[in-house]
């Protein structure tokens, strides 16, 4: 076939699947072998990525494409260098250097003790009485170089769609405001994960602009987003990424969802299904999408 009838993925391509057709029905996989009569072949679903593949095995091989540029992508913001918050507390005369001599020794000791081995140094503080709330959570913020967010009238609940629960309780994201049905506010608690923010503006395609929020103040709105009603979640353990291409197309071949997008969020996958093509904004209702949440060569489970 002449490459080039094969139309790329981009604005026009977007623009017409949101219009309710499609440029030409040609494969997605460019090493589709199927000729031009059985392309006319009404297969307009399954379609991953905003594009359309004439058969399982073309499908197949469309991604495992996208697992294989997901593996390549380095995790954002990995290499970014970060002052330490004890110095910059320090710097900022927060707290004396003496005083985090010792909660620094006092967070060893607790560790040996194995009791609150896991609480971070900003939290030590300020249950030590050191430090506020408040000021650790400005100086977080200046430790990320993100703003404050205050969550006192924000609405998790009501974006419950938006990220599922897992990413939620096991990286901290929080989302807390829809703006412009284009902009999403994250909120995160003293750790903001990029890859997850990056991977999130990819699935939802939506802005995403990350704050830091008060401890206290997440943990609330933090059970209002878990208990509200959210897409239906499936989780899928692979042996290897290859393994795993093949079972997220057999997924995608049986489900045919209108839409079908995929991130890479550390050692995690995340696969979202769309039963009609999304909105060109906004987030859709809780029963518009599926999620699947999958691994390779490891078992479904939180970090230590
Ligand atoms: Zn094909």
Same mark, same amino acid.
């Given at each position: 076939m002449n490459a080039s009838v094969r139309p790329a993925a981009g604005p026009d391509q977007e623009k017409a699947l949101h219009a309710g057709r499609r440029v030409i029905s040609t494969c997605?996989?460019?090493?589709?072998?199927?000729?031009? !009569?059985?392309?006319?072949?009404?297969?307009?679903?399954?379609a991953f990525e905003g594009r359309w593949a004439c058969s399982a095995g073309c499908m197949e091989q469309v991604v495992a494409a996208a697992v294989r540029r997901e593996l390549e992508g380095r995790d954002?913001?990995?290499?970014?260098?970060?002052?330490? =918050?004890?110095?910059?507390?320090?710097?900022?005369?927060? !707290?004396?250097?003496?005083?985090?001599? &010792?909660?620094?020794?006092? &967070?060893?000791? #607790?560790?040996?003790?194995?009791?609150? #081995?896991?609480?971070?140094?900003?939290?030590?503080?300020?249950?030590?009485?050191?430090?506020?709330?408040?000021?650790?959570?400005?100086?977080?913020? #200046? &430790?990320?170089?993100?703003?404050?967010?205050? =969550?006192?009238?924000?609405?998790?609940?009501?974006?419950?769609?938006?990220?599922?629960?897992?990413? $939620?309780?096991?990286?901290?994201?929080?989302?807390?405001? =829809?703006?412009?049905? $284009?902009?999403?506010?994250? #909120?995160?608690?003293?750790? !903001?994960?990029?890859?997850?923010?990056?991977?999130?503006?990819? !699935?939802c395609g939506l802005r995403v602009s990350s704050g830091i929020a008060r401890d206290s103040e997440l943990r609330v709105a933090q059970t209002r987003y878990l208990a509200a009603k959210a897409p239906r979640t499936r989780l899928l353990e692979a042996a290897s990424a290859s393994v795993l291409a093949r079972a997220l197309a057999r997924l995608i071949e049986t489900e045919k969802p209108a839409e079908a997008r995929l991130r890479r969020i550390h050692r995690w996958w995340w696969l979202r299904l769309w039963r009609r093509l999304p909105a060109p904004s906004g987030l859709p209702l809780p029963g518009e999408v599926e999620d699947v949440l999958c691994t390779e060569g490891h078992e479904f489970r939180r970090p230590d």
């Amino acid at each position: 076939m002449n490459a080039s009838v094969r139309p790329a993925a981009g604005p026009d391509q977007e623009k017409a699947l949101h219009a309710g057709r499609r440029v030409i029905s040609t494969c997605a996989n460019p090493r589709c072998a199927t000729g031009w !009569i059985r392309l006319w072949r009404s297969r307009r679903v399954p379609a991953f990525e905003g594009r359309w593949a004439c058969s399982a095995g073309c499908m197949e091989q469309v991604v495992a494409a996208a697992v294989r540029r997901e593996l390549e992508g380095r995790d954002a913001g990995a290499h970014l260098h970060r002052v330490p =918050l004890g110095l910059l507390l320090v710097e900022q005369g927060r !707290i004396s250097p003496e005083q985090l001599r &010792q909660a620094l020794a006092e &967070q060893r000791d #607790a560790a040996r003790r194995q009791d609150g #081995a896991a609480l971070p140094l900003g939290q030590w503080l300020v249950r030590s009485g050191v430090l506020s709330e408040t000021a650790l959570t400005r100086a977080l913020g #200046a &430790q990320w170089s993100a703003p404050v967010f205050a =969550l006192g009238d924000s609405r998790p609940e009501e974006l419950a769609s938006a990220l599922p629960a897992f990413f $939620s309780e096991t990286l901290g994201a929080l989302p807390v405001r =829809l703006a412009g049905d $284009s902009m999403l506010y994250v #909120a995160w608690p003293g750790r !903001i994960d990029r890859t997850l923010a990056y991977a999130l503006e990819g !699935i939802c395609g939506l802005r995403v602009s990350s704050g830091i929020a008060r401890d206290s103040e997440l943990r609330v709105a933090q059970t209002r987003y878990l208990a509200a009603k959210a897409p239906r979640t499936r989780l899928l353990e692979a042996a290897s990424a290859s393994v795993l291409a093949r079972a997220l197309a057999r997924l995608i071949e049986t489900e045919k969802p209108a839409e079908a997008r995929l991130r890479r969020i550390h050692r995690w996958w995340w696969l979202r299904l769309w039963r009609r093509l999304p909105a060109p904004s906004g987030l859709p209702l809780p029963g518009e999408v599926e999620d699947v949440l999958c691994t390779e060569g490891h078992e479904f489970r939180r970090p230590d």
